[in-house]
């Protein structure tokens, strides 16, 4: 069982080293890691999920369901419940998730993805109705892609994000 426990810390360690590691050059200073690391699932990181930051279409079409990434947008839109309730413009009245895009303005369910905001630190730094000078900004978010909101995104298991330099 000791044998076990020191596994999983190392194991720990080894992931959050690996999540630091996702400072790239067009990231600003503006970083944040969020305390919502573990769900009680096991995923596994391996170094490709923070080497490389996928965009939203390579995110849709490219990386299976259950891995973990990261990927980057724009801020277009917020939503609660399904994508069908999704809010394009201001004012917004959801801080249950925002919707990033490829494109600034995009307005199409299948062009988003869905970014759950679990805690309240993330609704408070990152949810348009409290934040609607987010809109438009470029973010970026490391963690597992699941399906969320009817629309593929992150939910709960977000290791980090930060934004992004235009």
Not at 45 to 74: L, R
Not at 118 to 139: F, R, T, V
Request: with cysteine; glycine share 6%; aromatic share 12%.
């Amino acid at each position: 069982m000791k044998l076990y426990k020191l596994f999983f810390l190392v194991l720990c360690a080894l992931f959050f080293v690996n999540c630091e590691k996702s400072v790239v050059d067009d990231v600003d200073h503006k970083r944040h890691k969020t305390e919502d690391v573990d769900n009680g699932e096991s995923d596994s990181v391996d170094s490709s999920a923070i080497s490389h930051i996928y965009t939203i279409a390579e995110f849709q079409h490219d990386i299976p369901e259950g891995k973990v990434v990261t990927v980057s947008g724009y801020i277009v839109g917020a939503c609660s419940k399904h994508i069908k309730n999704a809010e394009w413009e201001y004012p917004f009245t959801y801080d249950n998730a925002i919707l990033l895009a490829d494109d600034r303005g995009e307005t199409s369910p299948e062009q988003v993805i869905a970014i759950q905001l679990a805690s309240k630190l993330l609704k408070e730094e990152l949810g348009l109705k409290s934040n609607p000078d987010n809109y438009g900004k470029k973010i970026f978010f490391c963690g597992v892609k699941h399906k969320y909101l009817g629309v593929f995104g992150i939910k709960k298991n977000i290791y980090d994000y930060g934004w992004m330099e235009e």
